[in-house]
T-cell receptor, first 116, second 111 residues
Framework: EAQVTQNPRYLITVTGKKLTVTCSQNMNHEYMSWYRQDPGLGLRQIYYSMNVEVTDKGDVPEGYKVSRKEKRNFPLILESPSPNQTSLYFC???????????????FGPGTRLTVT | GQQLNQSPQSMFIQEGEDVSMNCTSSSIFNTWLWYKQDPGEGPVLLIALYKAGELTSNGRLTAQFGITRKDSFLNISASIPSDVGIYFCAGQDQGAQKLVFGQGTRLTINP
């Protein structure tokens, strides 16, 4: 089944404790992206990747890192999480960036992160 | 970053009623998209619009790309319980190769 998977789905952690949220897609998509969803703000892009070893900042990259060593995986790293990073995080993938902005973007189920 | 202005933020309706929501932008968009997010899931694309004035239907859903290219609306006719969720508009700013999302409209339906 074609899908985007994220792990973990739920995470409660403390300020400053490094964490990684994994994202994997099995559709051989070139384009992958991370978003955070906050009440009243909708979805905001954190980082995106056009292909392996190519990553770029989205609208809200501060406090986050990503890597794209393989096509299928795009982990999101929080080196020193803070409470303002408490949010619902979505990974998404698309065959290409042009198709992504055309709407053909597949979202994972989300990771709800709480930083205390 | 730029955001779209989506309204209303929430709606409480009776089953069977029609629903209307809209999005506006201060800049011109090349593409307008409407997504639905079910509880505990990621957003799923409902309708994509690529031309100013375009009116597109998907079952009971109808969406239009505004003539000015700065707005779009989504209508749901004869709502049913499974329509509950958060609806997001999104668009591609003509100057950027990325999507901008609205704040979402949370739809609640009373049976």
């Amino acid at each position: 089944e074609a899908q985007v998977t994220q792990n973990p789905r739920y995470l409660i952690t403390v300020t400053g404790k490094k964490l990684t949220v994994t994202c994997s897609q099995n559709m051989n998509h070139e384009y992958m992206s991370w978003y955070r969803q906050d009440p009243g703000l909708g979805l905001r892009q954190i980082y995106y990747s056009m292909n392996v070893e190519v990553t770029d900042k989205g609208d809200v990259p501060e406090g986050y890192k990503v890597s794209r060593k393989e096509k299928r995986n795009f982990p999101l790293i929080l080196e020193s999480p803070s409470p303002n990073q408490t949010s619902l995080y979505f990974c998404a993938s698309s065959l290409s960036s042009s198709l992504a902005v055309a709407g053909e973007q597949y979202f994972g189920p989300g990771t709800r992160l709480t930083v205390t | 970053g730029q955001q779209l202005n989506q309204s209303p933020q929430s709606m409480f309706i009776q089953e069977g009623e029609d629903v209307s929501m809209n999005c506006t932008s201060s800049s011109i968009f090349n593409t307008w998209l409407w997504y639905k997010q079910d509880p505990g899931e990621g957003p799923v694309l409902l309708i994509a619009l690529y031309k100013a004035g375009e009116l597109t239907s998907n079952g009971r859903l109808t969406a239009q790309f505004g003539i000015t290219r700065k707005d779009s609306f989504l209508n749901i006719s004869a709502s049913i319980p499974s329509d509950v969720g958060i609806y997001f508009c999104a668009g591609q700013d003509q100057g950027a190769q990325k999507l901008v999302f609205g704040q979402g409209t949370r739809l609640t339906i009373n049976p």
